[in-house]
T-cell receptor
Framework: DQQVKQNSPSLSVQEGRISILNCDYT??????FLWYKKYPAEGPTFLIS?????DKNEDGRFTVFLNKSAKHLSLHIVPSQPGDSAVYFC????????????FGEGTQLTVNP | DTEVTQTPKHLVMGMTNKKSLKCEQH?????MYWYKQKAKKPPELMFV???????INESVPSRFSPECPNSSLLNLHLHALQPEDSALYLC???????????????FGPGTRLTVL
């Protein structure tokens, strides 16, 4: 049972345009959501997070939106840069799971110059 | 210091070898994790230590043996591994979820393990 889903395995955008990465979850007990970026042969890098008490969190070029009723979150990157090309993982956390994160399968973002 | 360090960066071992992976953090985090990651897959949780005690073991084979000597160090001892254990092994740390709702996990760069 995959509780966090990223249905798009890949996304390609032009430099300067907006990248929108999507994530859906099934467990309503999740109350904290995170996005990680991963380059090949490196560890994931924390990007941005959002608590379930908010519907938006912004950090520079990165904005995460949370729609609790739809159990959906998205990561917007504006403007996209070639250096943003990486795999992006969505993850979720709940008090009942202790410190465990549940990851999605990831989306490969390619930003073309 | 907001870094998680891991050594070695690369490791090649035979199926009869014994080796150890090491992880260190100085962010005062009391939760530390071992993950295994295969190519194009999300990190797969192996073990969680909370306050230096093993709190989660995700049914990992006994050929993987974790150890948390103190609040800053985490080891993973390897013995009699199989070729299918070849993967990127990641260490992470975070605040303990009981301390804060904001438990971002910070990952190290990983150890690329190849079992021959």
């Amino acid at each position: 049972d995959q509780q966090v889903k990223q249905n798009s395995p890949s996304l390609s955008v032009q430099e300067g345009r907006i990248s929108i990465l999507n994530c859906d979850y099934t467990n309503s007990m999740f109350d904290y959501f995170l996005w990680y970026k991963k380059y090949p042969a490196e560890g994931p890098t924390f990007l941005i997070s959002i608590s379930s008490i908010k519907d938006k969190n912004e950090d520079g070029r990165f904005t995460v939106f949370l729609n609790k009723s739809a159990k959906h979150l998205s990561l917007h990157i504006v403007p996209s840069q070639p250096g943003d090309s990486a795999v992006y993982f969505c993850a979720a956390s709940a008090v009942w799971s202790g410190s465990r994160l549940t990851f999605g399968e990831g989306t490969q973002l390619t930003v073309n110059p | 210091d907001t870094e998680v360090t891991q050594t070695p960066k690369h490791l090649v071992m035979g199926m009869t070898n014994k080796k150890s992976l090491k992880c260190e953090q100085h962010m005062g985090h009391r939760a530390m994790y071992w993950y295994k990651q295969k190519a194009k897959k999300p990190p797969e949780l192996m073990f969680v230590y909370s306050y230096e005690k093993l709190s989660i073991n995700e049914s990992v084979p006994s050929r993987f043996s974790p150890e948390c000597p103190n609040s800053s160090l985490l080891n993973l001892h390897l013995h009699a591994l199989q070729p299918e254990d070849s993967a990127l092994y990641l260490c992470a740390s975070s605040l303990y979820r009981g301390e804060s709702s904001y438990n971002e996990q910070f990952f190290g760069p990983g150890t690329r393990l190849t079992v021959l």
